[in-house]
């Protein structure tokens, strides 16, 4: 079954606001990649966590893990039209080698 | 540094055709994964392969498809006697030799397409 779970599903907001999405998997992760898909496009890697408790900024964008490396989240501060796209979070599974993805979250945006 | 190519990028099949999807991967990656995505749906890993190997195929449907990463030439995702269901976005990604221990991201292909009518 799913093993790492992503809410919200979906997300519109006004441009300017604020959005987060989240990640949960029932087991440790070994490490956490985040990945944005444009509509109509393919996943784009945005960034690795890999260490409990670590935060990573990439302009308004805001990354954490979790202390126990079981759930992880992206923030956008301001959002922009250009931010439209399908967010999905992958997690390694400790042990596993492949990753397994989020359902993702789709952000649209209202001008 | 070309990226990583798929072809066709867009195919048709009627039900009952066997369909073949090609992955390029990105010049010196030795691993690649097939992923399949429903629409409106996320990546569902399918099979990792690397060259002449199937290291993980345990999202593969039991029958009907398989894949191969031959010592020449793409990896190849076949699917024989294609349903109405099998109609998704299908995603090659490939990952340089690294091992696990410093896992580095995937680099996906523009995927193919898949419409059985």
């Known amino acids: 079954g799913q093993q790492v779970m992503q809410i919200p599903q979906y997300q519109h907001v006004q441009e300017g606001e604020d959005f987060t999405t989240y990640c949960n998997s029932s087991?440790?992760?070994?490490?956490i990649q985040w990945y944005k898909q444009r509509p109509g496009g393919h996943p784009v890697f945005l960034i690795q966590?890999?260490?409990?408790?670590e935060v990573k900024k990439q302009k308004r964008l805001t990354f954490q893990f979790g202390e126990a490396k079981k759930n992880s989240s992206l923030h956008i501060t301001a959002t922009q039209t250009t931010d439209v796209g399908t967010y999905f979070c992958a997690g390694v599974i400790q042990g596993a080698q492949k990753l397994v993805f989020g359902q993702g979250t789709r952000l649209t945006i209202n001008p | 540094n070309a990226g990583v190519m798929q072809n066709p990028r867009h195919l048709v099949r009627r039900r009952g055709q066997e369909a073949r999807l090609r992955c390029s991967p990105m010049k010196g990656h030795s691993h690649v994964y097939w992923y399949r995505q429903l629409p409106e749906e996320g990546l569902k890993f399918m099979v990792y392969l690397q060259k002449e190997n199937i290291i993980d195929e345990s999202g593969m449907p039991k029958e009907r498809f398989s894949a191969e990463f031959p010592k020449e030439g793409p990896s190849i995702l076949r699917i024989q006697q294609v349903v109405r269901g099998d109609s998704a976005a299908y995603f090659c990604?490939?990952?340089?030799?690294?091992?696990?221990?410093?896992?580095?991201?995937?680099?996906f292909g523009p995927g193919t397409r898949l419409t059985v009518l």
């Open positions: 966590l890999v260490k409990s408790g």
């Open positions: 087991t440790t992760l070994s490490n």
């Open positions: 990604a490939s990952s340089p030799p690294e091992n696990w221990g410093s896992y580095n991201e995937q680099f």
